[in-house]
């Protein structure tokens, strides 16, 4: 089972070139949604938002790919999901933590304000850290069915969100591809040293 694991790992690269006349059953999407959905966040804010694109028109038309710099593999997927989150999404505890009773409700609604309230910098750190988790989670899960994935964040954040109306107090992430892919990714590019990445205790300089 772990090898399995191990070996989906190693096998999800980022594809560049995606079947455009693949059609990603619903039933697929749905898997890989509810997979990103079991992705942690802090205090279960739940703040991670999934816009799943999939009108191929809209996809392809000039303003999307221009706003996407023209990386056509955001067209070409099957379904292209944009992670976004909601900056002010810790507010209401009293959904997230709805099943747990009230004593602990009032209890996590404290340790949230008093780490979120008033500190625009770390809403916007668990944004990220949250949409990480999520686009790791359905590039695994895509991979998992079958399917191929690109991370991307090589587009205009301002214009894609314009074109999918972002709510204010959001931010966009990252996007992921999800398809079919027509061409295998180039050799897996330069890892570095191991010892570079890996820090033992702390770091000794
Ligand atoms: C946050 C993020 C953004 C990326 N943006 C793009 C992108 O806009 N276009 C692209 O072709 N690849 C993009 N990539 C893919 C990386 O270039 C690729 O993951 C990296 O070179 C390692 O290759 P591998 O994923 O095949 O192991 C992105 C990857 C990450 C994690």
Redesign the pocket.
């Known amino acids: 089972m772990s090898a399995e694991f191990f070996n989906l790992v190693e096998a999800?690269?980022?594809?560049?070139e995606f079947d455009d006349s693949h059609a990603l059953p619903e039933e697929d999407l749905a898997k890989i949604l509810t997979a990103a959905h079991l992705s942690p966040t802090a205090f279960n804010i739940q703040n991670y938002r999934f816009v799943v694109v999939q009108d191929k028109k809209f996809r392809h038309s000039a303003e999307f790919l221009e706003a996407c710099?023209n990386?056509d593999?955001a067209a070409t997927c099957s379904a292209l999901v944009i992670l976004c989150a909601d900056k002010g999404g810790w507010r209401y505890p009293e959904r997230f933590w709805r099943n747990e009773g009230e004593e602990l409700q009032n209890r996590m609604r404290g340790m949230i304000n008093s780490y979120y309230d008033g500190k625009e910098q770390v809403q916007v750190d668990e944004c990220h850290r949250s949409c990480g988790m999520a686009?790791m989670t359905i590039m695994l899960a895509a991979q998992a069915l079958g399917y191929h994935t690109?991370?991307?964040?090589?587009?205009d954040y301002g214009k894609v969100g314009k074109l999918i109306n972002l709510p204010n107090d959001h931010i966009v992430s990252?996007?992921v591809a999800i398809g079919r892919k027509t061409a295998e990714?180039?050799p897996?590019?330069t890892l570095l040293p191991r010892d570079e990445i890996v820090i033992r205790e702390k770091f000794s300089w």
């Open positions: 999800r690269r980022a594809i560049k710099w990386q593999k686009g690109c991370p991307m964040d090589g587009f990252f996007m990714p180039f897996r590019p």
